[in-house]
């Protein structure tokens, strides 16, 4: 079963910034759009940053010029560099692939498990 490991979070105070990393646990086939979300206390998840394959990006009004998304794909790693972090960037940060472990088996949504990020005042 593929596994998406991230690592990276941590407290932070507000101006500071963070570097996120999510990892593929095992060999894949083929990795289309990765991504970062993000879930405050008491709201729903909400899109952070979005990268395809191809390089393509796209990201949330909100981190627009402080955010940047990356990705690896000889390592199937994808990065979220935050910088001028504020105390609303307070939540947990959930990595999301989209993956086709191997030819012909399709592709299929995973997340990682969910890194907290921290940003004090």
């Known amino acids: 079963q593929v596994q998406l490991v991230e690592s990276g979070g941590g407290l932070v105070q507000a101006g500071g910034s963070l570097r996120l990393s999510c990892a593929a646990s095992?060999?894949?086939?083929?990795?289309?759009?990765m991504g970062w979300y993000r879930q405050a206390l008491g709201k729903q998840r909400e899109l952070v940053a979005t990268i395809t394959s191809g390089g393509s990006t796209n990201y949330a009004d909100s981190v627009k010029g402080r955010f940047t998304i990356s990705r690896d794909n000889a390592k199937n790693t994808v990065y979220l560099q935050m910088m001028n972090l504020k105390p609303e960037d307070t939540a947990v940060f959930y990595c999301?692939?989209?993956?086709?472990?191997?030819?012909?088996?399709?592709?299929?949504?995973?997340w990682g498990q969910g890194t907290q990020v921290t940003v004090s005042s």
């Open positions: 999301n692939a989209e993956i086709e472990r191997a030819y012909g088996l399709g592709r299929h949504e995973y």
């Open positions: 095992r060999s894949i086939f083929s990795i289309n759009v």
